[in-house]
């Protein structure tokens, strides 16, 4: 069974950092793009950060670029979204995605961020 599960997330202060984490189990995950997205209040989700399967090819919204950075450990099957610099507009549900070749995509449940002084 496919599971995705996201944590990290919490209440942070602007220009702080906090570290997402995603755990994925019950798939070929090394064959896998591994990507975040996000839903911020009121918002349709967004594409946030995307790594190949190799993390070998990197790719950022324009919105995050400088401040996040994904990486994966395909031996523990993690893939990470490094966050600094927070800002208020970060806040969000970010969700980990991944895209098998065959094209199948998977969704985790979700974890809060909270940019807030």
């Known amino acids: 069974q496919v599971h995705l599960v996201e944590s990290g997330g919490g209440l942070v202060q602007p220009g702080g950092s906090l570290r997402l984490s995603c755990a994925a189990s019950g798939f070929s995950f090394s064959s896998c793009t591994m990507s975040w997205y996000r839903q911020g209040p009121g918002k349709e989700r967004e594409f946030v950060a995307t790594?190949?399967?190799?993390?070998?090819?990197?790719n950022y919204a324009d919105s995050v670029k400088g401040r996040f950075t994904i990486s994966r450990d395909n031996a523990m099957s993690m893939v990470y979204l490094q966050m600094n610099n927070l800002k208020p507009e970060d806040t969000a549900i970010y969700y980990c995605?991944?895209?098998?070749?065959?094209?199948?995509?998977?969704w985790g449940q979700g974890t809060q961020v909270t940019v807030s002084s």
């Open positions: 790594i190949s399967s190799t993390g070998g090819d990197l």
């Open positions: 995605r991944a895209r098998r070749v065959s094209g199948a995509i998977y």
